[in-house]
């Protein structure tokens, strides 16, 4: 009787930690493999092609996807409390129409396995020609990760406010397993802004590992 009990007991036991190996290596599986990421990251680049095929065809709300990966873009115009200055600007020779502002959105969001988005959004200003203000922000999310970014907004011509007509929106995302995987994932998104088109464009959107 107790053999019987000592191999029941050594049968439950090993029943245990096998499903505890197969739930582990489960969960592990779930995060994308440095090859999963490189497949990946090729899938990217040719959502983006779309996405800026159809920014510049004047779209403004964009959604393109694949099995694993998904790139938005969403654009607004801004309206402008600019009429208690039209006086000012009219004798300064601009007109209340040359002055704009859009607020605009673009993320990549992974769905293979455990996934993660990383968002920049913000606004742009212009007056004439040039860029006045260019805000960014960005936002992580991804259940399973830790997550940190970095954003700036730099003049690719000049200063903004000032002299630049193009403006750069640089956000870096760093997206760190909570178990099972020893790697991270680094995500890149830049957006270029035009004062004088009152454009976008994707420079780059990019998982890396």
Known sequence: MKKIILLLTFGFIFFL???????????KNNYP?????????????????KVNERLAKGEEDIEVSS?????????????????????????MGVSASSIGSKSYQAYVANTNGYNFRHS???T???NGSLLSQVTADEDLTGIMYSKSATTKVTGVDGTIGSTAK?????????????????????TTIIVDVYA????????T?????
């Open 124 to 126: 742009f200003t212009w």
């Open 17 to 27: 930690n096998n499903n505890a190996a197969s739930a582990a290596e489960h969960e």
């Open 166 to 186: 193009i403006g750069k929106v640089s956000s870096k995302g760093t997206f760190t397993p909570l178990k099972f995987s020893p790697i991270s994932f680094y």
């Open 33 to 49: 493999t440095k090859l999963e990421t490189e497949v990946l990251n090729q899938e990217l680049q040719g959502l983006v092609k």
């Open 205 to 209: 959107a990019k998982i890396a590992n």
């Open 120 to 122: 920049v959004y913000g």
């Open 67 to 91: 099995e694993n990966l998904k790139v938005v873009f969403k654009q607004e115009d801004v309206i402008n409390p600019i009429s208690s200055k039209g006086n000012r600007l009219n004798s």
């Open 196 to 203: 004088p088109t009152k454009s976008y464009r994707i420079v």
